[in-house]
């Protein structure tokens, strides 16, 4: 072999050799590793669906439909399935043949939810526009109790609406309802619902416990037929007696369409003014006329 001919086969076997330990050994030295990501859907949850269901014996109704709320509100979505309405119906026809069983309502709530209702949780402010409704419908409020539950588990629709968060049960009504509820209009008129207003005032913003009393007036109005309450206005010295006096009924007209307006039936409330005749504190200083400035509601 001549030495013209060496060389050019040496350099082919260098190439060679080369391009095979570059693509078996070194393809990816010297270069990045790119990572290609597959993009995540987000999974987004199924809707909690309660149906409207209840059974008592021989007596029951089941249907996948049932009261519907926007989340954080108690107000009822209209309108409602027709299959709601004609369990409607037939609960009705039950009892009123069934005297002693009781419809229970209990409204779930989350914690995350806001409670702008007069209830103490809007998981009992469901239930109470529920109840409401079924009283419309000609069932008696006597037959119904109310609750609410924290259901932290339910999960919304893609509207932001509650599917049924409300469930329901028939029972006997306790044997010591009338000790139960003798109890709970003696604790009303010994501690009335009180309801302050600085001057000029028109807003309300009621308390925990002050929720609650709503809620004790509310049960004690329903299982009562004959029960009623009265919102009284009361204000401090300051200016003439009869400005004072319009000025306690415009407060008493404001609180009791606020009741209302939350599901306090508006047979069952009347609203007054004393205007200044009946203080609690002095008028003599600011701390005593604030006290003074008040709208009392409680059980007649």
Do not use: W
């Amino acid at each position: 072999m001549t030495k013209n001919l060496i060389y050019p086969i040496g350099i082919l076997i260098t190439i060679l050799l080369g391009t095979y330990f570059y693509f078996t050994c070194c393809s990816t030295c010297g270069t990045e590793e790119v990572v290609v990501e597959k993009a995540i859907t987000p999974v987004i949850p199924e809707a909690t669906s309660y149906p409207f269901s209840f059974s008592d014996g021989d007596f029951s109704y089941d249907v996948n439909d049932n009261f519907n709320f926007n989340a954080s509100s108690s107000t009822i979505l209209l309108p409602l399935s027709a299959k709601v309405d004609t369990g409607i119906v037939g609960l009705k026809d039950f009892l009123a043949n069934n005297i002693g069983k009781v419809f229970n309502i209990t409204g779930y709530y989350k914690a995350s939810e806001e409670n702008n209702s007069v209830f103490p949780n809007l998981g009992l402010a469901r239930a109470n526009a529920v109840k409401n409704y079924l009283v419309e419908k000609g069932i008696s409020s006597s037959s119904l109790n109310t609750s609410g539950k924290l259901m932290d588990e339910m999960v919304q629709n893609t509207e932001n609406v509650f599917l049924g968060p409300i469930a329901y049960s028939i029972s006997g009504e306790t044997e010591d309802l009338d000790n139960e509820l003798k109890a709970l209009y003696e604790k009303i008129k010994a501690d009335p619902l009180i309801i302050y207003f600085e001057t000029g005032e028109a807003a309300i913003n009621l308390s925990a416990e002050q929720k609650q009393k709503v809620a004790d007036i509310s049960r004690y109005l329903d299982k009562i037929d004959t029960a009623s309450s009265s919102v009284i206005g009361h204000t401090d010295n300051k200016g003439s007696r009869a400005l004072n006096t319009n000025l306690g009924q415009e407060r008493a007209d404001f609180v009791k369409t606020y009741l209302i307006n939350n599901g306090i039936s508006a047979s069952k409330i009347s609203s007054s003014s004393k205007g200044p005749d009946a203080p609690i504190a002095t008028n003599e200083t600011e701390e005593g006329r604030s006290k003074n400035r008040r709208t009392e509601v409680t059980l007649n």
